[in-house]
């Protein structure tokens, strides 16, 4: 009990200061742009070397990325003139300090010359990125280095990660082992794996423990010649070795870039005379480069989600739009006129209010619209709910249908518009959400076979860690990223996803985007199911939405020039298959995908037998359902 009351009254020796480092606060309104300054520390204690941030600004700090750099402007919601006799209303923001063991490091990645940090830890998290403001990272990086050595990624320059063969040399001169010529690196150890090397030395240290009078370096020869001696197994029932199966062969990824916004004049340019809508293409084109204005958003989005039909004019839209309110009012006045005594008796109903009432009490309540209690607005998200089950009985609701309601009610405002836009979604993505979950069942297994095809080396790593069922994506795409961006950028988001261009299932590039923009890291930190289940779920917030969104496009359009594309991939980018016949899609496992033409395909490639067992192992499960749903909760 008293080293534990020392260890938080010690205050520690400094060893390196950085003032002007920048955390966004996560606790903070999704949807603006609030930091907090303070400074960066090195301090050394009696138990260890730490990683600390304190906060130094009350207020919070609106940032903005430069080529240079970062730079920043002053503190938001601040009078323009104080001496006017304004009320300073900038909201006054507490962000709790940051500390780190140095040894719970295992990587750091920089970004934007060198200005943004991220720091990666051995469970897979990952810490708000560090911004600096004045000067950039180095000389705190120098600083580290002092004290923990770091080797740069072969595969991402950006990329440094900890040196684990330092940890383990330090580990074995402290062990003061008897070896001849004190060497250990005589037997070959560090020619090996890191996991091999570990290996051999955990079971010297068995041997060691439990025997008396042991050779030392009998032992280590002992184990590392077992090491070096091809393992004969049995065949395993459910594979089969493959040779020589056509290699995917991927031309260079092209160049694409994003376009401005869908603004007024354009938007006006897409009606005809009459009110309708003309060029319907086009305009989801330019939707799809660039997003939408924010002031035309109310009216785009009925558009998008079919609650404006494009084929009727301006006094025929308002005829519809008059049915659809009252189409409304009756099918809520069915739900809220029912008696207690009625409700009793209807199992079904009160279980979906019940879930509603727990979903709608905790959905973006950090957000202003929805914030407090007895808000308004949570009674509307209520309601529109509630409807949608007395509109959808055979669906009803879903935990996680909340989420795509929010940001539409945010936006719309109006309850009865709110709602038809919401139904207009769910038509989109309502096999998300089937009791059967064959929906993204089958998109998660959609998402394994491009992967397999666009990186095999991430596909055969996450397959060796247990991770290419992929539930570390299942909440992006049951809820299309909603808790992933802030409220601005899922909204720019959506409609671009809306659009159903380049093809229908864009959104799974998306994933494709994110996950190779942070392979390097599960790949050099070599992270585990947890690890990597864990990391990707710290991503939220931190993920650049226009570099993603280029990513992903760039993606799609390299594979769809690659020649000789199975079927299921065909499939998948909404091209008609070579081969229709083969109507079970089995062909998604009989071939062994390679990155670009200078990559070597592998000589055997281990695949399911069946499309069967691939579709059992990609099953989600309910836990994980509950589970992925709940991390924001």
Same mark, same amino acid.
């Given at each position: 009990?008293?080293?534990?009351?020392?260890?938080?009254?010690?205050?520690?020796?400094?060893?390196?200061?950085?003032?002007?480092?920048?955390?966004?606060?996560?606790?903070?309104?999704?949807?603006?742009?609030?930091?907090?300054?303070?400074?960066?520390?090195?301090?050394?204690?009696?138990?260890?070397?730490?990683?600390?941030?304190?906060?130094?600004?009350?207020?919070?700090?609106?940032?903005?990325?430069?080529?240079?750099?970062?730079?920043?402007?002053?503190?938001?919601?601040?009078?323009?003139?104080?001496?006017?006799?304004?009320?300073?209303?900038?909201?006054?923001?507490?962000?709790?300090?940051?500390?780190?063991?140095?040894?719970?490091?295992?990587?750091?990645?920089?970004?934007?010359?060198?200005?943004?940090?991220?720091?990666?830890?051995?469970?897979?998290?990952?810490?708000?990125?560090?911004?600096?403001?004045?000067?950039?990272?180095?000389?705190?990086?120098?600083?580290?280095?002092?004290?923990?050595?770091?080797?740069?990624?072969?595969?991402?320059?950006?990329?440094?990660?900890?040196?684990?063969?330092?940890?383990?040399?330090?580990?074995?001169?402290?062990?003061?082992?008897?070896?001849?010529?004190?060497?250990?690196?005589?037997?070959?150890?560090?020619?090996?794996?890191?996991?091999?090397?570990?290996?051999?030395?955990?079971?010297?240290?068995?041997?060691?423990?439990?025997?008396?009078?042991?050779?030392?370096?009998?032992?280590?020869?002992?184990?590392?010649?077992?090491?070096?001696?091809?393992?004969?197994?049995?065949?395993?029932?459910?594979?089969?070795?493959?040779?020589?199966?056509?290699?995917?062969?991927?031309?260079?990824?092209?160049?694409?870039?994003?376009?401005?916004?869908?603004?007024?004049?354009?938007?006006?340019?897409?009606?005809?005379?009459?009110?309708?809508?003309?060029?319907?293409?086009?305009?989801?084109?330019?939707?799809?480069?660039?997003?939408?204005?924010?002031?035309?958003?109310?009216?785009?989005?009925?558009?998008?989600?079919?609650?404006?039909?494009?084929?009727?004019?301006?006094?025929?839209?308002?005829?519809?739009?008059?049915?659809?309110?009252?189409?409304?009012?009756?099918?809520?006045?069915?739900?809220?006129?029912?008696?207690?005594?009625?409700?009793?008796?209807?199992?079904?109903?009160?279980?979906?209010?019940?879930?509603?009432?727990?979903?709608?009490?905790?959905?973006?309540?950090?957000?202003?619209?929805?914030?407090?209690?007895?808000?308004?607005?949570?009674?509307?998200?209520?309601?529109?709910?509630?409807?949608?089950?007395?509109?959808?009985?055979?669906?009803?609701?879903?935990?996680?249908?909340?989420?795509?309601?929010?940001?539409?009610?945010?936006?719309?405002?109006?309850?009865?518009?709110?709602?038809?836009?919401?139904?207009?979604?769910?038509?989109?993505?309502?096999?998300?959400?089937?009791?059967?979950?064959?929906? /993204?069942?089958? &998109?998660?297994?959609?998402?394994? %076979? =491009?992967?397999? #095809?666009? *990186?095999?080396? !991430?596909?055969?790593? $996450? +397959?060796?860690?247990?991770?290419?069922?992929?539930?570390?994506?299942?909440?992006?795409?049951?809820?299309?990223?909603?808790?992933?961006?802030?409220?601005?950028?899922?909204?720019?988001?959506?409609?671009?996803?809306?659009?159903?261009?380049?093809?229908?299932?864009?959104?799974?590039?998306?994933?494709?985007?994110?996950?190779?923009?942070?392979?390097?890291?599960? /790949?050099?930190? &070599?992270?585990?199911?947890?690890? %990597? =289940?864990?990391? #990707?779920? *710290?991503?939220? !917030?931190?993920?650049? $939405? +226009?570099?993603?969104?280029?990513?992903?496009?760039?993606?799609?359009?390299?594979?769809?020039?690659?020649?000789?594309?199975?079927?299921?991939?065909?499939?998948?980018?909404?091209?008609?298959?070579?081969?229709?016949?083969?109507?079970?899609?089995?062909?998604?496992?009989?071939?062994?995908?390679?990155?670009?033409?200078?990559?070597?395909?592998?000589?055997?490639?281990?695949?399911?037998?069946?499309?069967?067992?691939?579709?059992?192992?990609?099953?989600?499960?309910?836990?994980?359902?509950?589970?992925?749903?709940?991390?924001?909760?």
């Amino acid at each position: 009990m008293n080293s534990e009351m020392e260890e938080l009254t010690e205050e520690g020796e400094v060893q390196y200061s950085h003032h002007g480092v920048i955390i966004r606060d996560l606790n903070q309104n999704r949807d603006d742009d609030s930091y907090c300054s303070g400074t960066l520390y090195l301090k050394k204690y009696t138990y260890g070397m730490f990683i600390e941030w304190i906060q130094t600004e009350e207020k919070p700090l609106s940032v903005v990325s430069q080529d240079q750099g970062w730079a920043m402007v002053t503190p938001v919601n601040e009078p323009q003139n104080p001496t006017d006799g304004a009320r300073d209303v900038s909201p006054t923001v507490k962000k709790r300090p940051v500390k780190i063991d140095i040894m719970d490091l295992k990587s750091y990645k920089m970004k934007s010359n060198s200005h943004e940090l991220i720091l990666t830890l051995k469970d897979g998290s990952r810490p708000s990125p560090l911004l600096f403001q004045n000067d950039n990272a180095d000389k705190f990086i120098t600083a580290l280095r002092g004290y923990i050595c770091f080797d740069r990624s072969d595969r991402e320059t950006n990329l440094f990660c900890a040196n684990s063969v330092q940890k383990l040399n330090k580990s074995f001169s402290e062990l003061n082992l008897p070896l001849d010529d004190g060497s250990i690196s005589r037997w070959g150890i560090f020619g090996h794996s890191y996991e091999k090397t570990m290996t051999v030395f955990s079971k010297v240290a068995n041997t060691v423990l439990h025997q008396s009078n042991v050779l030392y370096p009998e032992i280590i020869n002992q184990y590392l010649q077992t090491d070096r001696t091809p393992a004969v197994t049995a065949p395993d029932e459910e594979y089969e070795v493959i040779h020589s199966r056509p290699i995917v062969v991927l031309p260079p990824r092209p160049v694409v870039k994003r376009g401005p916004p869908l603004n007024t004049e354009e938007w006006t340019r897409h009606f005809d005379d009459s009110g309708k809508i003309i060029n319907l293409p086009d305009l989801k084109e330019k939707i799809f480069r660039g997003g939408i204005r924010d002031n035309l958003r109310y009216d785009v989005w009925k558009v998008l989600l079919d609650y404006m039909p494009c084929d009727k004019k301006a006094e025929e839209w308002q005829t519809i739009r008059k049915q659809k309110l009252e189409e409304y009012a009756c099918m809520k006045l069915q739900w809220s006129s029912l008696t207690p005594g009625q409700e009793s008796r209807f199992f079904q109903f009160h279980k979906k209010k019940s879930i509603i009432e727990k979903d709608v009490d905790r959905t973006d309540r950090t957000i202003p619209y929805f914030e407090g209690n007895d808000n308004p607005n949570l009674k509307i998200m209520y309601n529109i709910l509630m409807t949608y089950v007395m509109y959808n009985f055979d669906l009803g609701y879903v935990q996680g249908m909340s989420d795509l309601l929010s940001p539409i009610l945010y936006l719309m405002e109006k309850e009865e518009d709110a709602f038809w836009c919401f139904v207009g979604f769910m038509n989109k993505v309502s096999n998300n959400f089937a009791k059967d979950q064959m929906g /993204i069942s089958q &998109q998660l297994k959609n998402l394994n %076979i =491009l992967i397999r #095809i666009i *990186d095999p080396e !991430l596909g055969e790593y $996450l +397959e060796k860690n247990e991770s290419d069922n992929l539930f570390f994506c299942f909440r992006w795409l049951l809820i299309l990223f909603k808790r992933e961006f802030s409220y601005q950028d899922i909204m720019t988001l959506w409609e671009v996803l809306w659009t159903d261009l380049p093809g229908p299932n864009f959104h799974l590039f998306i994933c494709l985007a994110i996950l190779e923009s942070e392979r390097d890291t599960l /790949i050099c930190n &070599q992270y585990g199911f947890n690890e %990597i =289940l864990k990391h #990707i779920n *710290d991503l939220s !917030l931190h993920i650049h $939405l +226009e570099d993603t969104l280029t990513k992903a496009e760039a993606i799609y359009l390299q594979l769809s020039a690659a020649e000789d594309l199975p079927d299921c991939a065909r499939i998948i980018l909404g091209k008609p298959p070579l081969h229709p016949e083969n109507e079970d899609g089995s062909d998604e496992e009989l071939f062994s995908p390679a990155l670009d033409s200078q990559r070597t395909a592998p000589s055997e490639v281990r695949v399911p037998t069946t499309a069967a067992t691939s579709a059992r192992a990609l099953e989600p499960s309910e836990s994980m359902y509950e589970c992925s749903m709940s991390f924001q909760f």
